[in-house]
């Protein structure tokens, strides 16, 4: 689903010459509601009622905007849920009144995503702790049996093998108990130039051949209070997934920069003007399309191929930002690469 894709059904006369909507007909609108391309649609009164009842049964989280009617007709297509109605003058208004519906829309988009994913993590917590104990009596009756057996005994080989599958089933159980944000964090004064100094050190066996990785740490970067193993770790799964993108080589950037974001680009509760250091991890890779985008930190979900992944780093990764007052996003587009920042506040926030 494309949710800047903007549609314009049937001629509209006195639209803006800065309104960039697609030109549709009425039927291809509906039939764009029914299979989730559209993202706004914009229409005039004499297709707003056939196509406002469509939208509230086909896709009620489309915004419409009727354009060209009257005043007189504003209440009755507002009544029918117009999200705005333009005519006359306030045609100019249109390409504003698109841009902050799209904006609105986004962010109840990913209100929604991270209130599932909310309610992912809680399931995850109650599902790990009978995991765990399953996986205990499994190594406990493993180990007990082994201890029995003779050092030459052949059964001793399907005793380990059977405690390696535990190991990593255990492995997973911790994955998913920082995605659901119940591991323990031991946070203290982090400095971020000294952190990523560690990390790129560790990062370039990493890499492996053919990617070469670059750094971009911008002045006055503020302390941060974080577990350093924890957030070594979520940024070695972001570089790791840029090495993955990038098969046949090519650059990874590590940027740091310190910024104070606000109004829907501020993810977390934080008081007016908070500074925040965003770390990103980017790569001109392959991208990813709209669909996987929306679902990167969904545990178990993963665009690599059937045993190549767990599809549980980003879940994790995920987790850990969010344990330590901040948050992860990534901003892809398929043939064009792929930035993952991690927000954290700044020591004394």
């Not at 009727?66 to 333009?86: H, P, R, W, Y």
């Not at 405690?163 to 994955?175: E, N």
């Not at 344990?323 to 792929?338: D, I, N, P, V, Y």
Request: hydrophobic share 45%.
């Amino acid at each position: 689903m494309d949710h800047n894709r903007i549609l314009c059904a049937g001629a509209i006369e006195g639209l803006p010459a800065e309104f960039k909507g697609e030109p549709v007909s009425a039927e291809d609108a509906a039939g764009a509601l029914v299979d989730g391309s559209c993202g706004l649609l914009v229409c005039g009164p004499a297709n707003a009622r056939g196509l406002l009842a469509k939208r509230g049964l086909l896709a009620p989280e489309v915004p419409v905007v009727v354009a060209a009617g009257s005043m007189d007709q504003e209440e009755e297509f507002v009544k029918l849920g117009a999200d705005a109605c333009l005519w006359g003058d306030r045609l100019a208004l249109l390409p504003a009144t698109v841009a902050a519906l799209l904006e609105k829309r986004a962010a109840l988009a990913l209100r929604s995503r991270e209130r599932t994913l909310e309610a992912e993590g809680r399931v995850c917590a109650a599902m790990v702790h009978d995991f765990n104990n399953i996986l205990g009596a499994i190594e406990g009756y493993a180990t007990l049996n082994l201890r029995q057996l003779a050092g030459t005994d052949p059964l001793r080989e399907d005793l380990e093998e059977i405690r390696k599958a535990v190991a990593k089933g255990a492995d997973l159980a911790r994955k998913l108990m920082t995605f659901s944000r119940r591991q323990n964090v031991n946070k203290v004064a982090v400095g971020i130039p000294l952190l990523l100094s560690g990390l790129r050190e560790r990062a370039e066996g990493l890499m492996g051949g053919g990617l070469r990785l670059e750094t971009d740490l911008r002045p006055g970067l503020p302390e941060v209070m974080a577990d350093p193993a924890p957030l070594e770790q979520l940024l070695l799964s972001l570089l790791a997934n840029a090495r993955d993108a990038m098969p046949g080589g090519g650059v990874v950037t590590l940027k740091a920069e310190a910024l104070k974001p606000e109004g829907p680009a501020l993810r977390v509760p934080a008081p007016p003007g908070a500074e925040f250091v965003k770390i990103s991890v980017i790569d001109s890779g392959a991208g990813l399309t709209p669909e996987a985008a929306a679902r990167l930190f969904e545990p178990f979900f993963s665009t690599k191929g059937r045993g190549k992944g767990s599809g549980l780093s980003l879940a994790a990764a995920y987790g850990i930002a969010r344990q330590h007052g901040g948050w992860l996003e990534a901003k892809t587009l398929e043939g064009r690469g792929s930035e993952f920042s991690v927000f954290l506040p700044a020591r004394g926030i």
